[in-house]
Structure formats: C-alpha cells, structure tokens
C-alpha cells in the first residue's frame, strides 16, 4: 500500500536554528498538509499547499514557517529560527484530490526536539 | 466554528467488554467523519470514516462507528476489546472550502484508551 513517507524520524536541534522537515507523498495525490502534535495532545492543522502554492494556513504557522515542493515528488517544511515551543511531532498528509470521501494519508511523523 | 468534540480524556475497559469512544459534531451542512488512531511513537493510521448511506460504518481491526445526526454523534465502538487496542483515538471531520479548492481535516482533542487484561 503506498505511503506518506517523513525524514528525519526524530531531530533534535538547538534554538534558533533552522531545521527543514522532509516528506515525500504519495505519488498521485495532489493535496499536501503539515500538522503537528505537541506532545500527548491535538493535532493542529499547520498549513495546506496545492498547485505549488499555499491554500490555506493556521494562525500558528507565522513567518517562521515555510513550505516548498521543490521537485516532483518532495514536500518540505521549513522553520527558520526554531523556539523551544515549537518541540513537537510533525505530520505531514496527502489526499489525491478534493472530492470529499478520502481518507488522508499521514507519514509517521518527525519528532522535533528544541534545545 | 465548525468542531469536533471527544468528551472524555481516557477511556478504560476489560480485555474481552465492548468499548465505545465518543465524539460529537459541530459541522454544517453533510458532515464528512473520521477516525484515526495513534499508538505510542508511531504515526495517524486511518480506521473509518463516514461519507453518506448507511449509519453504521465499519472500519479496520474490527471497529465501527454509528453516526447519529439527530444527536449529532459520531461514536467508536468495537464489540470485544483488545489490550492491543490501546492507543490514542482521534475523531476528525473533513472541512471542505469549495471555493478555493481548500480543506483540512479538523480534529478533536483525543481520547487515550487503555485495555486491560
């Protein structure tokens, strides 16, 4: 079965520096999505991208955030200067398309730890 | 603001007893539901979801859920729990924004379930 697939599994960085979050999504779907969990609790929508470009972003996903589908296949999120709250798992999720009844696809995640 | 809301933070129950998650919707309009759990360290794996047609919607490992719009549910519910069963479950509704081809799937705050033998 194909898969959303997410590297680093687990990074661990130290504040202030940038860190880029790598997802390769499932070949022929079209919509891309970052979320992240901060530990044990909710997962918060961060940002979704369709036709290289942003739909829509969340409040928490401010200037220090970035997304870029560099190729045909990667789907990167960038933070610039990492806070100590940003220490979260951050998922990354894919559908084929917009038509309602898909079930998305997440990676298994990259635990980002700030220092 | 459209949600989803799991009233319970944890759920216990006895290895072999039915168990029931429960979510309730804030969802204009034909709500799309899911849910989706997560076990320890690992990723969001889909169980089930509901689009239209019958109440009763049957997903992975043996779980279903019934979806009840005159009390605007949504509960999980398998009949004979397993201590692998343990996990952190999430109910999500899919919102859709039709006119910028836009979307996300919105989720409620968890329900941490634990079987015990």
């Known amino acids: 079965e194909p898969e959303v697939t997410q590297t680093p599994s687990h990074q661990v960085t130290q504040m202030g520096q940038e860190v880029i979050l790598r997802c390769v999504p499932i070949s022929n779907h079209l919509y891309f999505y970052w979320y992240r969990q901060i530990l044990g609790q909710k997962v918060e929508f961060l940002v979704s991208?369709?036709?290289?470009?942003?739909?829509?972003k969340s409040e928490i996903f401010d200037d220090q955030f970035s997304v870029e589908r560099p190729d045909g296949s990667n789907f990167t999120l960038k933070i610039r200067s990492t806070k100590l709250e940003d220490s979260a798992m951050y998922f990354c999720?894919?559908?084929?398309?917009?038509?309602?009844?898909?079930?998305?696809?997440f990676g298994s995640g990259t635990r980002l730890t700030v220092v | 603001a459209q949600s989803v809301a799991q009233p319970e933070d944890q759920v216990n129950v006895a290895e072999g007893n039915p168990l029931t998650v429960k979510c309730t919707y804030s969802?204009?309009?034909?709500?799309?539901l899911f849910w989706y759990v997560q076990y320890p360290n690992r990723g969001l794996q889909f169980l089930l979801k509901y689009i239209t047609g019958d109440n009763l919607v049957k997903g992975s490992y043996g779980f279903e859920a019934e979806f009840n719009k005159s009390q605007t549910s949504f509960h999980l519910k398998k009949p004979s729990a397993l201590v692998s069963d343990s996990a952190l479950y999430f109910c999500?509704?899919?919102?859709?924004?039709?006119?910028?081809?836009?979307?996300?799937?919105?989720f409620g705050q968890g329900t941490e379930l634990s079987v015990k033998p």
């Open positions: 999720a894919s559908i084929p398309a917009r038509d309602r009844g898909h079930g998305y696809t």
């Open positions: 969802v204009s309009g034909n709500p799309y």
């Open positions: 999500a509704f899919d919102q859709i924004m039709i006119y910028n081809q836009g979307g996300k799937l919105i």
């Open positions: 991208f369709y036709n290289n470009e942003i739909s829509e």
